[in-house]
C-alpha cells in the first residue's frame, strides 16, 4: 500500500467518525433540549396516611401507617408529617386505608392517663352509644342469660375516650374507654360468657 492510499483511508475514516460524533451530539442536543423544556415535577408535601382501615380507638403502629406525597394545596391543616410520635395516640373514630391524618382524628393524649389502656367494648344496642360523649364515666356491668347469677360489676367509673362511627355490616356499638390493664383483663375475660351493658355514672365530664 502506497503511502498516498494509505493517506486516502486515514481520511476516510476520520471523516466517518467525524460524522458518527457529529449525530451524538445532534442527538444529545435534542435531549438536553427537550429536558430544558420540560416543566418541572409539581412540589409535594409528605404526610401520615392509614395503610389499612383502622378502627376507633386504636393506637396506630409503623405498619398501621405509611408516607404519601401530596400536592401542597391538597395537604389538610394539621396534617401529621413522618415521624409523628404516635404511641400515646388514640383515634376518636374509624380511618379509611389511604386517608391522610390530621390531630383532629385523634384524642388528646390525656384522654387515655399514664398506666391506662384503651380498651374497646361492643355493647348490643346501637341507640346506648347516641346518648353517650366523651368524657361520660360508665360503670361496666356483665350479665349473662341465666336468672341465677346476678349482673357484676366489672368496672367503676371509666372514663368514654372515643365513640367510633357503626358500621352497618356489625350490630351493636362500640364504646371505647381508658381503664387499668387489670381492669381491661377482666372485661375481656367477662366478654367471651357474658353480655357487657353500662351505666352512666353521676360522675360526668
Do not use: C
Request: charged letters at 20%; zero cysteines.
Amino acid at each position: 500500500m502506497t503511502n498516498r492510499s494509505l493517506l486516502r483511508d486515514l481520511i476516510r475514516a476520520a471523516r466517518w467518525h467525524r460524522r458518527l460524533l457529529a449525530g451524538a451530539a445532534a442527538a444529545a442536543a435534542v435531549y438536553f433540549g427537550l429536558l430544558a423544556l420540560s416543566p418541572a415535577p409539581p412540589p409535594t408535601v409528605k404526610v401520615l396516611a392509614a395503610a389499612r382501615d383502622l378502627t376507633g380507638g386504636a393506637t396506630p403502629d409503623r405498619g398501621d401507617l405509611r408516607t404519601v406525597e401530596l400536592p401542597p394545596g391538597a395537604v389538610p391543616s394539621g396534617a401529621l408529617r413522618p415521624g409523628s410520635k404516635l404511641t400515646d395516640r388514640v383515634l376518636s373514630g374509624p380511618v379509611r386505608a389511604g386517608e391522610p391524618l390530621t390531630d383532629a382524628r385523634f384524642l388528646a393524649p390525656p384522654a387515655v392517663p399514664a398506666g391506662s389502656v384503651a380498651y374497646p367494648i361492643r355493647v348490643d344496642d346501637a341507640d346506648i352509644s347516641t346518648l353517650l360523649r366523651v368524657g361520660d364515666h360508665l360503670n361496666l356491668y356483665g350479665a349473662t342469660s341465666t336468672n341465677a347469677d346476678a349482673a357484676r360489676l366489672l368496672a367503676n367509673a371509666v372514663p368514654v375516650v372515643a365513640l367510633p362511627e357503626p358500621r352497618s355490616s356489625t350490630s351493636g356499638a362500640l364504646i371505647v374507654v381508658a381503664t387499668a390493664p387489670e381492669v381491661a383483663t377482666r372485661l375481656a375475660q367477662a366478654s367471651t360468657n357474658s353480655r357487657i351493658t353500662v351505666a352512666l355514672t353521676p360522675d360526668t365530664g
